[in-house]
């Protein structure tokens, strides 16, 4: 079967946002997994940056990865994808300008989709990435970003965390960002039904979320009804790889320890401990 062009790919998942359907992500982090997810029949994959984190680095979600290491993973299963790929590309990489950039070299690797997202992002000490940017600073990154974008198939969502957000502020956000010019709006932190069409009423462009496979959202017909047209529920399939080369290395060496799961191996090999350590080290201005 041949390889799809990255331009048809590209209306390949414009066309999925244009049907009434709902669709979930395969976790695709190289080459080997998009191919797969695509034969078993998967509509779209998505790149996440916390799963490129890892695969490139080892290293935690703490906004490490640099741009050129992600867009070089984008790019190694680009080359070959037979079905449409989303980048989790962050906050851009920086400031509007940076996103800019972001925008040129994640199309050049052949995604089909992108989401920037408005996190403030590297976090400070001692805080989760809840924290976000103004409003205006948002949207001057959605304005760049579509102002980058070369080819118009190329999909750009605005992602928010509507889960550190009132209703009203999650939806002025979302419903600032459709101004802009966003072609879909992202998600993180919707509870349930009543929270996500509370929101979704507002807005007249798709929606993507993130719900790390939450109970209260699984119900894609309804889904549908509200707008979602995609949904991301998390990577399992990279920390299943995790696990399977922990079993397989540990049974080679016929190690009998093999209790552990795909969360405790990740956090045992990730620099998880180090860069904690570090950030105790020379990001804590408390003591």
């Known amino acids: 079967m041949a390889t799809p062009s990255q331009h048809d790919l590209r209306h390949q998942f414009r066309d999925l946002l244009a049907r009434e359907d709902c669709f979930f992500t395969a976790s695709t982090f190289d080459p080997m997994s998009a191919r797969i997810a695509a034969d ?36 190694r299963i680009g080359r070959v994808a037979r079905l449409p790929i989303i980048a989790d590309a962050d906050h851009g990489y920086g400031n509007a300008l940076n996103v800019m950039r972001t925008i040129v070299e994640l199309e050049r690797a052949g995604v089909a989709a992108l989401t920037i997202e408005d996190t403030l992002l590297p976090a400070k000490y001692g805080r989760k990435s809840t924290d976000l940017v103004p409003l205006e600073e948002g949207v001057g990154k959605i ?106 290395l540990r049974e080679q060496r016929q190690i009998a320890d093999g209790q552990l799961n795909a969360s405790e191996l990740s956090t045992r090999y990730s620099t998880l401990e180090e860069n904690r350590e570090w950030a105790r080290r020379y990001m804590d201005v408390s003591e």
């Open 40 to 75: 078993l029949g998967f509509e779209v994959g998505i790149l996440g940056g916390s799963v490129a984190s890892l695969q490139v680095l080892a290293a935690p979600d703490f906004a490490l990865i640099t741009l050129s290491e992600f867009v070089e993973q984008a790019t």
């Open 143 to 248: 304005r760049a970003a579509l102002e980058a974008r070369i080819d118009p198939a190329m999909s750009i969502f605005a992602r928010t965390n509507a889960g550190v957000l009132s209703v009203e502020d999650a939806t002025t956000r979302a419903m600032a960002y459709e101004r802009a010019g966003a072609d879909g709006i992202c998600m993180v932190g919707i509870r349930d039904f009543d929270h996500l069409e509370s929101i979704a009423e507002h807005l007249n462009i798709p929606l993507m979320l993130v719900t790390y496979d939450n109970p209260e959202l699984r119900d894609r017909e309804r889904l549908a009804r509200a707008g979602v047209r995609v949904v991301v529920n998390g990577h399992g399939a990279y920390f299943a790889a995790i696990k399977a080369t922990y079993d397989c």
